[in-house]
């Protein structure tokens, strides 16, 4: 069987749920989750692995450091290479990467990965070949070019039936705003309505869009005020090839 694995915070568990369900139909892939803000033991119920930081080879310790040093998406990506290397030691016979410094990481720890660009792997990847793709955070840095290619590839390699799974951030948050600006690699933030068009001319049908991570109002703010200011952080856009 295939591996997968993600980080994730604990609010992102109905999309992983999502992302195995396709993963499992489509592609027989086995599915690891790990954590960045919760024990894997308060975790019950779920279809594929859950795991902790401490699982895949930080001590508690550690895991604390990282946590008050980096903001939320920092700390996802702190844990992201050791997740890499925990999933290629367990069964996985290679990785692509994007980063530099996560390959060397990888490489290091005598792990055989691929440092590659998202547009080239997907290109090689034969057509209709896959059961389901998940981007991350991941559209907010494509320009529109590269966007709008890796939506017609993702449309290209998926199999009938396919899935593919967009979650990015939400413009329509202004809090979110903040960590979109704070990060100079992002390309466009990109509102709900414009991308749903763009997967759309792309090929992909049966749309549907999430929203994800909402804050908590101060009691007593006006509702109409509170649905502008403390809107969802992040959105998913769902759809069927």
């Known amino acids: ?5 993600t980080v994730i915070t604990r609010s992102h568990l109905p999309m992983a749920r999502v992302l195995d369900e396709t993963m499992r139909e489509h592609d027989d892939v086995r599915l690891t989750v790990v954590l960045s803000d919760a024990r894997a033991a308060d975790i019950e119920g779920e279809s594929f692995e859950v795991l902790d930081p401490m699982a895949i080879g930080f001590d508690e310790r550690e895991w604390h450091r990282r946590a008050a040093m980096y ?28 980063d530099a410094d996560m390959v060397a990481f990888a490489r290091g720890e005598g792990l055989d990965v691929e ?40 449309h290209a390699k998926l199999r009938s039936g396919g899935v593919l799974v967009l979650e990015t951030i939400n413009p329509l948050s202004p809090l979110a705003l903040r960590n979109y600006f ?49 809107a969802p952080l992040d959105y998913a856009i769902l759809a069927r090839r």
Request: proline share 7%; aromatic share 4%.
């Open 1 to 5: 069987m295939k591996r997968a694995v």
């Open 71 to 98: 903001d939320a998406r920092g700390l996802l990506s702190s844990l992201r290479p050791q997740a890499i290397a925990h999933l290629l030691r367990n069964g996985a016979p290679a990785g692509v990467l994007l």
């Open 115 to 154: 440092q590659a660009d998202l547009l080239d792997a997907l290109g090689r990847t034969d057509d209709a070949a896959i059961g389901g793709i998940f981007a991350g955070q991941v559209v907010e840095h494509l320009p529109p070019a590269a966007l709008a290619r890796f939506l017609e590839l993702a």
């Open 182 to 230: 704070a990060d100079l690699t992002h390309a466009q933030p990109l509102v709900p309505e414009t991308l749903a068009l763009l997967v759309r001319n792309a090929g992909f049908t049966a749309l549907e869009t999430r929203y994800l991570t909402q804050p908590a109002a101060p009691e007593g703010l006006d509702p109409t005020v509170a649905e502008i200011l403390f």
